[in-house]
């Protein structure tokens, strides 16, 4: 009853509410327009026109993203927290301008944690309130793109939206979300250079990036954090692989259909440790495969298939014991397959169909699975002709021909933390002590990044795109005005993969997430059990959606149930100290992409003793 005589008073008095701002606004802007000097401070709330209501843009650049908007008094959060995650909510919601499902039609007044695809848990820093720990709209057919808003929801821990039709690029101001553990944009039109926001999330553990339309080259930078799983397979990624390749600690890489060129990564053998499936199919690496591939003994997931890879295949991968599943198709491999690659014990598919293989051991014909047509064995049904093979293989391979990166046996360093965004404290010099004199202390840290050198060029006529060189954020420009659409992003790709199932609601996940947050007084080398990763999405096929543009303004929703009229910006509170208490490694069993039309599916994280 009190919420809707609340209602029904701001009703009442909403259109001289409106009119006042409106007032306040004008003399605002005369007042702006006669002092050159004005404080940017003083213009944080934006001109309303046409009596419309929205949130204010969260405004990075001056400095205000942890001001809080005065709410209408009906709105009661249990904790500041909350008010934050609805106005982040509020703003995303705005920016959806087709919910063919309607996941957020519920998502109206102060009770976030009920809203469709938002979960709550108990705070780590504060055991007494609970706070939005989790995003999850995977497979909801929504159009839209990601607001500025989003960096409030600082304890989240999982953003899944995958399955989607987002657009646009990946808001910086993410760089808040330092809980944050897995994060899946995939199978949308998100375009761009690649998003190096995720180089600023401490915990992130599981990045997912595939069936989008990123482009440019992979900065170094990703491959020296702390990750146990990188997706990004079905982008538009070029340019040459960093030298320190070998240097990611993951278990499962995926590179496969982008633009990438140049040598087979010689340093890949440094992830023998950790690495069980790694697939960079449909690249146009160009080079031999290296004889250290040989020391992946953990890996059961090999597939360079659909690349230009020359010279034989190394008899070292007989050494690859764990190896189940090897696919080099469709390249230009020549010369004899070693005994020892088939009679590996838990090889069960083996696929070197389209090269120039002169000799096949009968170990091969042996196996569940196998493909050897379209190569130069003679006694074989579906060969090429002789005289193909005989061109071919009259002109020699040379390996060294393609001056490619050396191996080096070297362990990898460990994996850097991302690089500080603020200032190192002035020096303190402490009084000389009676003698012997003690030196002053030593410097801070240089605070530049150790790897921001552009790759290479590639060896082509065309020339490439710009490098990307991902370094501690700047501020983010403000966002552009309602009546300016930006550029639309490239039609997506068609891909030959098999159509997903129709869409549908996502699976309820667990009522709760706890967001997972490693020991303090854990050792570096022990992260948190990586969860279970699963096969890529194959793209919607649902029809094409409308341009990517900014949406118009929203039309004046109803008070207390939607976007409350923005009125001003308080002082902002003291940020709170966080000491979260030591928590177990988290197991995250939520919803993941559905195994659809390939094959690969990662292994399950290892038991906790």
């Known amino acids: 009853m009190h919420v809707h005589w609340c209602l029904m008073k701001e009703k009442t008095h909403i259109l001289p509410f409106f009119t006042t701002l409106t007032l306040i606004g004008f003399t605002a802007a005369q007042h702006h327009s006669f002092s050159s000097n004005a404080d940017p401070r ?45 106005i982040a909510l509020q703003a995303w919601k705005q920016a959806i301008i087709s919910d063919p499902l309607n996941l957020t039609s519920n998502w109206a007044g102060p009770d976030v944690c009920n809203y469709t695809g938002v979960f709550c848990a108990t705070a780590l820093d504060d055991s007494s309130i609970q706070t939005v720990a989790g995003i999850d709209l995977n497979h909801g057919d929504m159009a839209g793109h ?43 039109r998100f375009a761009g250079g690649f998003p190096c926001v995720v180089l600023d999330l401490p915990k992130l553990k599981y990045l997912d990036l595939r069936f989008n339309e990123f482009e440019g080259d992979l900065p170094k930078e990703l491959f020296n954090k702390d990750l146990d799983a990188i997706f990004v397979n079905h982008n538009r990624f070029a340019l040459e692989l960093p030298n320190n390749f070998g240097n990611s600690p993951v278990s499962v890489m995926v590179l496969a259909n982008n633009k990438f060129h140049g040598c087979f990564p010689t340093s890949l053998a440094n992830m023998s440790k950790t690495l069980n499936e790694v697939i960079l199919m449909n690249n146009g690496l160009r080079s031999c495969l290296p004889k250290e591939i040989g020391l992946l003994k953990k890996v059961t997931v090999f597939d360079a298939s659909n690349n230009k890879l020359v010279g034989s295949l190394p008899d070292t991968i007989g050494d690859m014991e764990s190896l189940e599943q090897l696919n080099v198709a469709h390249n230009m491999l020549s010369g004899d397959i070693h005994d020892s690659v088939c009679l590996l014990p838990h090889l069960k598919s083996f696929s070197y169909a389209y090269n120039f293989i002169t000799g096949e051991p009968p170990a091969c014909l042996d196996l569940e699975d196998f493909d050897d047509s379209r190569n130069c064995f003679r006694v074989r ?58 030196s002053s202390p030593p410097p801070p840290p240089s605070l530049v990044p150790p790897s921001a050198l552009p790759s290479p060029p590639p060896p082509s006529s065309m020339p490439p795109p710009p490098p990307i060189h991902c370094v501690p954020s700047p501020p983010s420009p403000p966002p552009p005005p309602p009546n300016s659409p930006p550029n639309s992003p490239p039609p997506p790709p068609i891909y030959q993969s098999p159509p997903p199932p129709n869409s549908s609601p996502p699976p309820p996940p667990p009522p709760f ?4 947050l490693p020991p ?29 543009a900014e949406p118009p303004p ?30 177990p490694a988290p197991v995250y069993n939520g919803p993941l992409p559905p195994i659809t039309g390939i094959s690969y599916a990662s292994p399950p994280p290892p038991s906790i003793s």
Do not use: W
Not at 513 to 516: E, L, Q, V
Not at 534 to 544: E, I, R, V
Not at 558 to 581: D, H, M, T
């Open 520 to 548: 303090p007084k854990s050792p570096p080398n022990s992260p948190p059990p990586p969860p279970i990763y699963q096969s890529p999405p194959p793209p919607n096929s649902s029809p094409p959606p409308p341009s990517c």
């Open 554 to 583: 929203p039309p004046s929703p109803p008070p207390c149930q939607a976007q409350p009229p923005p009125i001003q910006y308080l002082p902002p509170p003291p940020p709170p100290v966080y000491n979260p208490p030591p928590l």
């Open 381 to 438: 049904p579906k060969q090429r002709s002789t005289l193909q093979c005989k061109v071919f293989l009259s002109r020699p391979v040379h390996c060294e021909a393609f001056n490619c990166h050396e191996f080096d046996p070297s362990p990898p360093s460990q994996p850097l933390p991302p690089p500080p965004v603020t200032s190192p404290p002035p020096l303190v010099y402490s009084p000389p002590p009676p003698p012997p004199p003690l």
């Open 146 to 188: 990601l607001v500025e808003e989003l960096g409030l929801l600082t304890d989240i821990a999982l953003f899944h939206i995958n399955s989607n039709r987002f657009c646009g690029r990946v808001p910086k101001t993410l760089k808040k979300l330092k809980l944050l553990y897995e994060l899946d944009l995939s199978n949308n």
């Open 513 to 516: 997430y706890s967001p997972p």
């Open 42 to 86: 003083d213009l944080r709330t934006t001109h309303i026109e046409q009596n419309q209501r929205q949130l204010l843009y969260y405004r990075e650049e001056l400095d205000v993203e942890d001001e809080y908007l005065m709410l209408p008094p009906c709105l009661k959060f249990d904790n500041p927290r909350l008010r934050s995650a609805y």
